[in-house]
């Protein structure tokens, strides 16, 4: 039942994509509406499809369908609520499935919000091009990846549930979801850059339209990237967020283009200029997706996120050559009129320090891909194998960081076109102030290292900037000054510092140790004592987990434990954290105790201000929540005369705001 | 930073606060660099080792990161060799020699040969990145034209389908 219906969903939806294509191509040539409908209806077959097919599989991942391959091979019995339903996302067919679902689900929400306009060839070629992508994924679940495979179950047969690591904690439920909603998000933009470039409208029009979707599709990956640091750091036990992990590189690498999009497309608003630039950094946004999927989903890199060898690597691969060849080639083809129309006079401006961020944020993607890539490329060429690891990451990529917290404090105070160096100093007086309140407040609680403090206090500094821009901003315009553009990018620069400031302590200042202790005994570790009170034996459906329950300095007990799962060998741990707003305590068992009254060995990772990662997560998302909302925006989204001759005078008033 | 300059219409001059921060800053700094130049403790040192050893069972992580047996066999060994006196170079070139687990064990691929592109490469691109970005500063501001062509602003207009933007600031800064 639940395989039938699945099969027919990806059918419905692989036609409807492909017939998307061909209805609006035709339409398009011959200037008839009516095709251009159909095409519309063809978005809303997509989605029918997606949601029919995602509908079975979790119909049958919650009934234990074994009929399915993907069932039989992924999910169990006793696989409790909710991981059963997110076992959908822990296998690779099943994660381009729900991919499927996600580019369906911003296809049908395209197609319905410019139903008016379809007939606007530039809107024509942007459904188009979702509609070439949706057909390549509905490929990939009908043949290379197809999920719904017929498995004849045995009589008693139980499958072996998903990897033990996913059913480990909650995130798990969130982390992929929103990470794909992100990946998949900057396919709507890409596909409006396509429409632009084949129609030749390369006006500002186009960025107006998708400038939404791209703040969406951003704030997605940011929380999707920050809960997978999260997850590692409550499920992995090795006290760490960030593994520097070929797949954790590829869903930086798009944060990282799309960033710096974000900044650059504010100059091309403005100025009309960078448009190359700018159409070259969303191309390269939506090909790292893919890229990214390839490089992790088909085998060629080892991770740990990488599913068992598959057979779509070839696939993926093609695709994104497509991509980059289609992109080079119009790109390259409308050359003539993407020339720009303006100059920047100087760097000391709004417009050249968005230069100068592009630069450092295409170096850090550069810098990343190039390590992820690079054992890759050496041992095809000349068979040497090498590892690039976290070592090389942390190093390359810690000054490119102090270079873009300088940026965040001195930049948004920034005029556009030409700044004094009297002004600057005027204007960033309250946030060197801060920056050094920050150092010295740093040096007085007793953090030392050079790199670090730097860190602090330019931490400290571009705090300062964003309060100050937002504090002005309130002050001219009341409480709605909060959101908004401008005010919206200044909170997520808060949250950025947050993060920056709790990378720089905890890399800088990490203490980590092994404790071998039997019941009873004491040790201290870091100024901190670990206390080993006593066993716990925890019988859930699926697993046993064993605790060993410690108290911190006389707190707890904490219980991190290792979980034995019925299937499978595998023993996974369990950690536990004690979370204060200065300090974590991570606790994971590496041996439980061989016999009563033997002593168990345990992992204790001392590490100040994590609990600052999620929070920086928390308020970055929140930051673009208020970047997306506004009358600023909106008032831009359709400019009227009256409109741009009322902004002019707010401009020229923030220039000359003190 | 660039504040020498006085403002002769403030009671206070601007270059005060400047000076005044520049000075902590130092005196900061200087007191949070003492003693970090003691070399680092053994534990420090077995914490750096096993961070950039690779688990030679498993997927891309560090034997400091892995809880697999033979990752905390080479912890165990590490800090052995550590207690015994071997320096850092010795214990990596151990475990990176061919007979152990070969050169692939290193996380952090070695300067020199092909495997020093991976640290060379980065640096170019930012300088060249660098270098591009003052040609075109340069060239710029030689070009002088400051105001886009009549033709430049009816292709913006039309662009934008709004009268063009001549009321931007641009004048006001202008020397």
Excluded: K
């Excluded at chain 1, 960025?207 to 979707?213: K, Q």
């Amino acid at each position: 039942m639940s395989l039938a219906l699945g099969r027919a969903g990806v059918t419905l939806g692989f036609i409807a994509a492909l017939w998307g294509v061909l209805s609006m191509l035709v339409g398009i040539a011959t200037h008839n509406r009516r095709y251009l409908r159909v095409g519309l209806w063809c978005a809303a077959g997509v989605l029918g499809g997606a949601v029919l097919a995602v509908g079975a599989m979790e119909w049958a991942l919650l009934t234990d369908d074994f009929t399915v391959s993907y069932v039989a091979e992924h999910s169990s019995t006793e696989t409790p609520f909710p991981f059963d339903v997110a076992t959908l996302w822990a296998a690779l067919e099943g994660s381009i499935l729900l991919w499927v679902l996600v580019l369906a689900g911003f296809i049908a929400l395209t197609a319905h919000r410019f139903r008016h306009r379809i007939d606007d060839p530039l809107v024509g070629w942007a459904m188009v091009t979702l509609f070439v992508v949706a057909t390549f994924f509905f490929f990939l679940v009908i043949g290379p990846a197809a999920p719904f495979g017929s498995f004849d179950p045995p009589l008693g047969y139980d499958g072996p549930g998903p990897n033990p690591l996913l059913q480990e904690h909650i995130l798990m439920a969130f982390h992929p979801p929103m990470l794909y909603l992100g990946y998949v998000g900057f396919t709507v933009p890409f596909a409006f850059a396509i429409g632009a470039l084949v129609t030749g409208r390369l006006g500002e029009g186009w960025l107006l339209e998708t400038r939404r979707w791209t703040l969406v599709a951003w704030a997605f990956l940011t929380a999707g990237i920050i809960l997978g640091a999260w997850w590692a750091y409550e499920v992995l036990g090795w006290g760490g967020y960030w593994g520097w992990d070929p797949v954790e590189n590829a869903s930086l690498l798009p944060w990282l283009t799309g960033t710096a999009y974000l900044h650059s497309v504010i100059v091309q608003e403005r100025r009309g200029m960078l448009r190359v630039w700018n159409l070259s950094l969303l191309c390269a946004t939506f090909a790292l997706t893919i890229l990214g999927t390839f490089i992790t989903r088909s085998g060629v890199l080892e991770s740990v996120h990488a599913f068992t060898t598959s057979n779509i690597g070839p696939a993926l691969l093609a695709f994104f050559a497509l991509i980059v060849v289609v992109s080079v080639g119009l790109i390259g083809w409308r050359g003539d009129l993407l020339r720009s129309t303006g100059s920047i006079e100087s760097p000391m401006s709004r417009e050249g320090s968005f230069l100068v961020n592009n630069v450092l944020f295409a170096a850090l993607a550069f810098t990343v891909l190039l390590g992820t890539v690079f054992p890759l490329v050496v041992e095809a060429f000349t068979g040497d194998r090498i590892s690039v690891g976290s070592p090389f990451f942390n190093r390359m990529s810690a000054p490119i960081g102090l270079a873009l917290l300088v940026l965040m404090a001195i930049a948004p105070v920034l005029p556009w076109r030409r700044a004094s160096g009297e002004l600057l100093a005027h204007r960033l007086v309250w946030p060197a102030a801060a920056g050094t309140a920050t150092l010295v407040l740093a040096v007085a609680v007793g953090a030392r290292g050079v790199a670090p403090l730097v860190g602090f206090a330019l931490g400290g500094f571009a705090l300062g900037t964003a309060v100050r821009q937002l504090v002005l901003s309130v002050r001219r315009q009341g409480i709605g000054g909060l959101f908004g553009r401008s005010s919206g990018g200044m909170v997520v620069h808060i949250g950025v510092v947050f993060i920056a400031v709790a990378l720089a302590a905890s890399q800088a200042y990490v203490q980590q140790t092994e404790l071998r202790l039997i019941e009873g005994q004491t040790a201290t570790f870091d100024g901190h004592t670990f206390t080993y009170v006593g066993t716990n034996v925890v019988l859930e459906p699926n697993r046993e987990v064993t605790q060993v329950l410690v108290e911190v300095d006389g707190a707890g007990p904490y219980a991190p434990g290792v979980s034995r799962f019925d299937f499978g060998s595998q023993q996974v741990g369990t950690p536990s954290v004690r979370v204060t707003p200065t300090v974590d305590i991570a606790l994971s068992v590496l041996a439980l105790p061989e016999a009563p009254g033997e002593p168990a060995t345990i992992r204790v990772t001392v590490q100040p201000l994590i609990v600052w990662l999620w929070i920086g997560g928390g308020v970055m998302v929140v930051g673009t929540l208020m970047a997306m909302s506004g009358g600023g925006r909106r008032r831009r989204g359709a400019p009227s005369p009256e409109d741009v001759a009322s902004t002019a005078p707010a401009t020229q008033a923030s220039g000359a705001d003190d | 930073m660039s504040a020498s300059r006085t403002s002769t219409s403030r009671p206070i001059p601007l270059w005060l606060p400047w000076a005044i921060m520049a000075a902590i800053v130092v005196v900061a700094l200087a007191v949070g660099s003492v003693g970090i130049n003691e070399p680092p403790t053994n534990a420090e040192r077995v914490q750096n080792l096993t961070r950039s050893i690779r688990c030679p069972q498993c997927a891309g992580q560090s034997v400091a990161e892995s809880d697999v047996s033979v990752s905390r066999e080479i912890r165990r060994d590490i800090a052995q060799r550590v207690e015994q006196g071997q320096t850092d170079e010795e214990i990596r070139a151990y475990y990176s020699s061919d007979t152990v687990y070969g050169p692939d064990a290193l996380l952090t691929p070695p300067a020199d040969g092909v495997g020093g592109l991976v640290w060379v490469l980065p640096v170019v691109a930012i300088a060249l990145a660098a270098v591009g970005l003052t040609l075109a500063f340069r060239r710029w501001a030689a070009s002088g034209r400051r105001d886009a062509t009549d033709e430049d602003r009816a292709l913006v207009a039309e662009a934008l389908d709004v009268p063009d933007g001549g009321t931007e600031p641009g004048g006001a800064g202008r020397p």
